[in-house]
């Protein structure tokens, strides 16, 4: 049985524990957090602690953390025998350096508290700082999804960006596309079928090669009429700045 410690009670934190709770061999020993504020749904679930210095003794802890608050909470653990991890897709190994066995455990997937995902599907990109420490890693990963990668602090960094543009952009892009609907009284739920086939065919075609729109067409005057109806000059500007760049990657004429 592996003993493992979450600390951090936000989206990560509360997905880990849905998982693990459904798996075999793993067991939650506890979860610390450092406020009480959103201990609330592990109560009676687990024993949860907001005083660090309470903190169990654990073959793993994870730091589904903030950021920002990584490395400060890591340098706590420094003592503990059991092996460190974070969460996060954007901060190196090294930030977990006080602690002689690190690692990583970066779920690569979009996590909100009440969404239900699918975490067989979920991709664990993995790193350690010891060959025994990663398959340690891979043995946890295994109990909730077969989808465990190897993959170094250096590219971690390059999947994070990419996820920012695959993810947080084109949710950002649905947000502004709900807005124009809204204002014009148009139900957001007509687009839904639109979405869905967008994120289905880059499943198995390159999103290069699947590219359509005014843009990939240089259709400038349908450009022009979309840019007039946006009023605001924050859309028009990634109007304008998205065709620009589908244009250039196409190697379209401006
Ligand atoms: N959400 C995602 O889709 C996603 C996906 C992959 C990886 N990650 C990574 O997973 C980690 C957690 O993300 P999340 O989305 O679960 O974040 P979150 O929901 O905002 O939770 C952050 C946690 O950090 C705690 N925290 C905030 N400020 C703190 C401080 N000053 N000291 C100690 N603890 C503090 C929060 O406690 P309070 O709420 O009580 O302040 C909460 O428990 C991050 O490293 C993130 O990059 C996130």
Same mark, same amino acid.
């Given at each position: 049985? /592996?003993? /493992?410690?979450?600390?951090?009670?936000?989206?990560?934190?509360?997905?880990?524990?849905?998982?693990?709770?459904?798996? @075999?061999? /793993?067991?939650?020993?506890? *979860?610390?957090?450092?406020?009480?504020?959103?201990?609330?749904?592990?109560?009676?679930?687990?024993? /949860?602690?907001?005083?660090?210095?309470?903190?169990?003794?654990?073959?793993?802890?994870?730091?589904?953390?903030?950021?920002?608050?990584?490395?400060?909470?890591? @340098?706590?653990?420094?003592?503990?025998?059991?092996?460190? *991890?974070?969460?996060?897709?954007?901060?190196?190994?090294?930030?977990?350096?006080?602690?002689?066995?690190?690692?990583?455990?970066?779920?690569?997937?979009?996590?909100?508290?009440?969404?239900?995902?699918?975490?067989?599907?979920?991709?664990?990109?993995?790193?350690?700082?010891? @060959?025994?420490?990663?398959?340690?890693?891979?043995?946890?990963?295994?109990?909730?999804?077969?989808?465990?990668?190897?993959?170094?602090?250096?590219?971690?960094?390059?999947?994070?960006?990419?996820?920012?543009?695959?993810?947080?952009? *084109?949710?950002?892009?649905?947000?502004?596309?709900?807005?124009?609907?809204?204002?014009?009284?148009?139900?957001?739920?007509?687009?839904?079928?639109?979405?869905?086939?967008?994120?289905?065919?880059?499943?198995?075609?390159?999103?290069?090669?699947?590219?359509?729109?005014?843009?990939?067409?240089?259709?400038?005057?349908?450009?022009?009429?979309?840019?007039?109806?946006?009023?605001?000059?924050?859309?028009?500007?990634?109007?304008?700045?998205?065709?620009?760049?589908?244009?250039?990657?196409?190697?379209?004429?401006?």
């Amino acid at each position: 049985m /592996i003993e /493992i410690v979450v600390l951090g009670s936000g989206n990560v934190a509360t997905h880990l524990f849905k998982a693990f709770s459904a798996s @075999e061999g /793993i067991r939650i020993k506890q *979860v610390y957090n450092h406020s009480e504020a959103s201990l609330d749904f592990f109560e009676n679930k687990v024993e /949860i602690t907001t005083d660090f210095s309470e903190i169990a003794e654990a073959d793993v802890y994870i730091l589904a953390l903030k950021d920002d608050v990584i490395p400060q909470t890591a @340098e706590k653990l420094k003592d503990r025998s059991g092996l460190v *991890v974070h969460t996060s897709g954007s901060v190196a190994l090294d930030a977990l350096s006080g602690c002689s066995r690190r690692g990583v455990f970066y779920p690569l997937q979009t996590f909100s508290k009440d969404n239900e995902l699918n975490y067989s599907e979920i991709p664990f990109c993995l790193e350690a700082n010891s @060959e025994e420490d990663l398959q340690l890693l891979k043995k946890i990963a295994d109990r909730i999804s077969g989808k465990a990668y190897d993959i170094s602090s250096e590219q971690r960094k390059k999947l994070h960006l990419s996820a920012v543009f695959v993810c947080n952009f *084109v949710n950002h892009l649905y947000a502004v596309g709900e807005q124009i609907c809204q204002k014009s009284e148009i139900p957001f739920d007509i687009l839904k079928p639109l979405i869905k086939e967008t994120a289905s065919k880059v499943q198995h075609a390159s999103p290069a090669g699947v590219q359509t729109g005014p843009a990939i067409r240089n259709d400038q005057s349908t450009i022009n009429t979309h840019l007039d109806l946006l009023e605001s000059s924050e859309n028009r500007k990634i109007y304008e700045l998205l065709t620009s760049a589908i244009q250039t990657f196409h190697g379209k004429k401006l």
